[in-house]
């Protein structure tokens, strides 16, 4: 099973600031990996495919990077509703896995 | 607009099973994948298994094999999750989740979520 690394485990930021978010994996995942939002109280939403494919209606504000074992996450600008845990999830190997998440919150 | 609306809550006892159901709407529900996520209070998303409601062929994490079954019944759009022998461990929220094509690329639909507790 690919095991799935984010770091860091929290990110403190100000709105309008940059975020950039990692994901490592076990083992190489070519570029099956995708990221999700969540919120409290929500379920999850998808925000990249395939590592850097945006999902229909995400802002383009978010960005996705990389390939093989190291990802990236880019938020440009943070906005308020911005502010929730992220994470990601190969479907390279089965099973499919999701790393631990990273949660960005105010600073 | 396409919906994954799913089931109420439950709460079962220990070694009883649970049934949660996850109906699809504004799409053909035989296009996509149903995959099942799972995620306990305060904690990570655990992926569960998935079902191509077509041919009915499903896919089950190692930690589930025997105890989760996913079926569906394609006359009402409808994907069912079951799991047995539950216990306190399988508190959580459980979710049905798609990934459907959108003009040139993706978007996923998830449901809204089931809590089963499992408390004796």
């Known amino acids: 099973e690919i095991v799935l690394t984010q770091s860091p485990a929290t990110l403190s930021l100000s709105p309008g600031e940059r975020a950039t978010l990692s994901c490592r994996a076990s083992?190489?995942?070519?570029?099956?990996l995708a990221w999700y939002q969540q919120k409290p109280g929500q379920a999850p939403r998808l925000l990249i495919y395939?590592?850097?494919n945006r999902a229909t209606g995400i802002p383009a504000r978010f960005s996705g990077s990389g390939s093989g074992t190291d990802f990236t996450l880019t938020i440009s600008s943070l906005e308020p509703e911005d502010f929730a845990v992220y994470y990601c999830?190969?479907?390279?190997?089965?099973?499919?896995?999701f790393g631990p998440g990273t949660k960005v919150d105010i600073k | 607009q396409v919906q994954l609306v799913q089931s109420g809550a439950e709460v079962k006892k220990p070694g009883a099973s649970v049934k949660v159901s996850c109906k699809a709407s504004?799409?053909?529900?035989?296009?996509?994948?149903i995959n099942w996520v799972r995620q306990a209070t305060g904690q990570g998303l655990e992926w569960m298994g998935w079902?191509?409601?077509?041919?009915?062929?499903?896919g089950y994490a190692q930690k589930f094999q025997g105890r989760v079954t996913m079926t569906r019944n394609t006359s009402i759009s409808t994907a069912y999750m079951e799991l047995s022998s539950l216990r306190s461990e399988d508190t959580a929220v459980y979710y049905c989740?798609?990934?459907?094509?959108?003009?040139?690329?993706?978007?996923?639909?998830w449901g809204q979520g089931t809590l089963v507790t499992v408390s004796s």
């Open positions: 989740a798609t990934i459907a094509a959108a003009g040139t690329g993706l978007v996923g639909y």
């Open positions: 504004g799409y053909t529900f035989t296009s996509y994948d």
């Open positions: 079902m191509n409601p077509n041919s009915g062929n499903t």
């Open positions: 083992q190489s995942v070519s570029s099956y």
């Open positions: 395939d590592a850097s």
């Open positions: 999830q190969q479907r390279s190997n089965w099973p499919p896995t």
